[in-house]
């Protein structure tokens, strides 16, 4: 509680910068923030969301249950669907928020 | 608090439904501890090997070339049955584990063999808590803690939800131990997140997590965010469920 723990995304579009700690980034992007919380395994969204790619994310877990209308082993239509999604990285903003305007 | 709670209300048998609940104490699952039941979900898959949670328990881990989280997490799902009052029965039947994942891409697995919130019927909610902490208030995790609540309009809740469930994992919060998890919660006319930590009277942990949830939400300023400790959503339930105890339960 009350601990001290600086951080960024990496690669923030904002131009915020680092704040002081040491960074290291693997090659995959990922960043591993050393505060004095200790070091934390850091991924920003972008990165994310491109594993959602790689194809041992495509495969559905084991032992998923079935639970008609919200999971489904074989449910690949939804898969799909959801890789459709555009990423929003590309239209940051604009779009994202014209959807907030009216209430919440 | 979870004593008092039980004690007050609960005999220790009893499991609480949040269908009890107004829409706001969404994400509030104030069921006790005889939560495993919980492990339904799982048993279904699993009771030909072992009945018990010790399949989830049991080291779920990184595979080789993946990319590891700070922390296990579990999906959780839970339904409100239709017309259907509050009972014991009703809520551990109610919520489910979906299973628990240690990587990026395991994360990516399940959830993209979940249906998106957005596409979700009924009362439902998804819960992604850390592994070993209960989606409930009662949780040695929970219980002195509370959640900032956003309430979205239709439409809003899939991406809200992926993007806060996305910042969760990747630790963008950056409160130390300090979050738990978050939920979505699908109502009638409205959803609402919530992200879950464990120390309500942590001023300084709140105001992060709510200014990491403008940002990765994408919140205009003038969204309206409420925090509620979990001993206040316990009152709250307290008091809606004399009233509803009154007609009988």
């Not at chain 1, 395994?41 to 877990?61: G, H, Q, W």
């Not at chain 2, 014991?88 to 697995?109: D, L």
Request: hydrophobic letters at 30%; glycine letters at 8%; one cysteine or more.
């Amino acid at each position: 509680m009350g601990m001290l723990i600086w951080y960024r995304r990496l690669g923030l579009a904002e131009g915020v910068a680092l704040p002081p700690g040491d960074y290291s980034t693997t090659p995959g992007g990922t960043l591993f923030g050393t505060t004095p919380g200790g070091t934390r395994i850091i991924y920003d969204r972008k990165f994310l969301m491109a594993c959602r790619n790689s194809p041992v994310a495509k495969t559905p877990p084991c032992n998923l249950p079935d639970i008609p209308g919200v999971t489904s082993p074989s449910m690949d239509e939804l898969q799909t669907e959801t890789n459709l999604i555009p990423a929003d990285d590309e239209k940051p903003g604009l779009g994202e928020e014209a959807q907030f305007d009216i209430d919440i | 608090m979870n004593n008092k709670f039980d004690a007050t209300y609960s005999p220790p048998s009893h499991s609480h439904s949040p269908v009890s609940l107004k829409d706001d104490d969404s994400g509030d699952h104030d069921q006790n501890e005889e939560n495993s039941t919980q492990k339904d979900g799982e048993k279904e898959k699993n009771d030909k090997d072992k009945p018990q949670s010790s399949i989830k328990r049991k080291a779920v881990v990184p595979g080789p070339a993946e990319h590891p989280l700070q922390y296990n997490y579990t999906f959780w799902y839970s339904r409100r049955t239709p017309g259907r009052p509050t009972s014991s029965q009703s809520y551990e039947q109610n919520i489910k584990q979906i299973g628990t994942f240690a990587s990026v891409e395991q994360f990516w697995r399940f959830y993209s063999h979940m249906v998106r919130p957005g596409d979700l019927t009924g009362h439902s909610d998804f819960h992604l808590f850390k592994e070993g902490i209960k989606p409930m208030w009662e949780d040695d995790a929970n219980k002195n803690g509370g959640k900032w609540i956003i309430r979205l309009r239709k439409g809003l809740a899939s991406r809200c939800w992926e993007n806060l469930i996305l910042a969760m994992l990747g630790e963008q919060f950056m409160v130390g131990e300090e979050i738990c998890g978050a939920v979505v919660s699908v109502r009638f006319q409205e959803d609402i997140i919530s992200i879950w930590n464990k120390t309500a009277s942590d001023q300084a942990t709140t105001a992060r997590i709510r200014d990491t949830l403008r940002r990765v939400l994408n919140l205009p300023p003038n969204t309206i965010m409420e925090y509620k400790t979990h001993t206040d959503s316990i009152k709250a339930w307290e008091e809606f469920h004399g009233l509803v105890n009154s007609s009988g339960r």
